[in-house]
């Protein structure tokens, strides 16, 4: 988990520039999403690191959509993206204190470390998992 002691921020942008952020206080470590919409939204399975909505701040945020994301559980999930390069950058249950923030989308270096993989129920059929962090079929559960 990446913490950002007193003035200290981590910093986050799309790949154009029309979307920047900083995020103060701490940062969950990066847990891999493996269900099909991550994996539609990102092209990939989704990286994403945690932190609480209050502390995203954005510097620009011009280039910023958001998608309303359902599923069969809530329809409260909105998915953002920068609309001029398409960057796909947060994921965020409305009702729910944190939002997800794809790791890439971080500037180096992060501090952070994958720690494990969820909706393993969904993964692609093109790839595996190759190591050997905790894997849960739906959300994370201890
Ligand atoms: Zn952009
Ligand atoms: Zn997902």
């Known amino acids: 988990m ?3 002691e007193g ?3 981590t910093r986050g942008r799309c790949l154009c520039g ?3 952020f900083e995020i103060q206080g701490d940062l969950r ?3 891999n999403c493996h269900c099909s919409k991550c994996r539609k939204f990102h092209g990939n399975y989704g990286a994403y690191t945690s932190v609480k909505f209050e502390n ?3 510097i620009k945020q011009t280039g910023l959509k958001w998608f309303k994301s359902t599923t069969d559980e809530t329809d409260n999930v909105r998915r953002g993206f920068c609309s001029e390069c398409g960057s796909s950058l947060f994921w965020h249950p409305e009702d ?3 939002i997800a923030i794809a790791a890439g ?3 180096s270096p992060t501090d952070l470390k994958t720690i494990g993989h969820i909706w393993c129920s969904q993964i692609g059929d093109f790839y595996a998992i190759k190591d050997d962090l905790p ?3 739906k959300r994370w559960s201890d």
Request: hydrophobic share 35%; no cysteine; glycine share 4%.
């Open 105 to 107: 989308s971080l500037d």
């Open 29 to 31: 470590d990066v847990v």
């Open 135 to 137: 894997q849960f079929g």
């Open 7 to 9: 003035n200290q921020k």
């Open 18 to 20: 029309q979307v920047e």
């Open 2 to 4: 990446a913490k950002n």
């Open 96 to 98: 729910q204190p944190n």
């Open 56 to 58: 995203l701040k954005f």
